[in-house]
Nanobody, 129 residues
Framework: QVQLMESGGGSVQAGGSLRLSCVAS????????IGWFRQGAGKEREGVGT???????TYADSVKGRFTISKDNAENTLYLQMNSLKPEDTAIYYC???????????????????????WGQGTQVTVSS
C-alpha cells in the first residue's frame, strides 16, 4: 500500500515559481513511477509528468521546459518544480504512484492512472495574471 501526501501549493503571480512536494510511504524506488497530475475547475484531470523507477522523466507538452520532477530518495520525497507559471496552470495538483511497467503502457492518461494508481489528496495552485 502506497500513501502519498502533497504540499507546497499556494497563490503566485504569473511568471513566478512554486515547488510542490509529495511524501511517499510504501513507495519503492526500483518499482514505482510517480506521476504528477492536475485538475482545473470544470476540467478533466490531466497528466503533467512522470518520474520512472529508472530515473527517466516524461512531461506534457504544456509544461515542458517549465516544470521539473525530481526526488530525494533519502527523504522518500518527490518534487514538482514549477517555473514561469501561467494562469492556465491553476489547478489542484496530485501525485500518484503506479508500477513503472504499467506507467510506460498508459503514459499520462489520467483515466488509466485513476483506475490503477495510489493517489494523494491534492494541493491547490493558483496563478494570477
Amino acid at each position: 500500500q502506497v500513501q502519498l501526501m502533497e504540499s507546497g501549493g499556494g497563490s503566485v503571480q504569473a511568471g513566478g515559481s512554486l515547488r510542490l512536494s509529495c511524501v511517499a510511504s510504501g513507495y519503492r524506488n526500483n518499482y514505482h513511477s510517480i506521476g504528477w497530475f492536475r485538475q482545473g475547475a470544470g476540467k478533466e484531470r490531466e497528466g503533467v509528468g512522470t518520474l520512472h523507477s529508472d530515473g527517466t522523466t516524461t512531461y506534457a507538452d504544456s509544461v515542458k521546459g517549465r516544470f521539473t520532477i525530481s526526488k530525494d530518495n533519502a527523504e522518500n520525497t518527490l518534487y514538482l518544480q514549477m517555473n514561469s507559471l501561467k494562469p492556465e496552470d491553476t489547478a489542484i495538483y496530485y501525485c500518484a504512484a503506479i508500477s513503472t511497467v504499467l506507467a510506460r503502457q498508459i503514459g499520462l492518461d489520467g483515466g488509466s492512472w485513476s483506475r490503477f494508481a495510489f493517489w494523494g489528496q491534492g494541493t491547490q495552485v493558483t496563478v494570477s495574471s
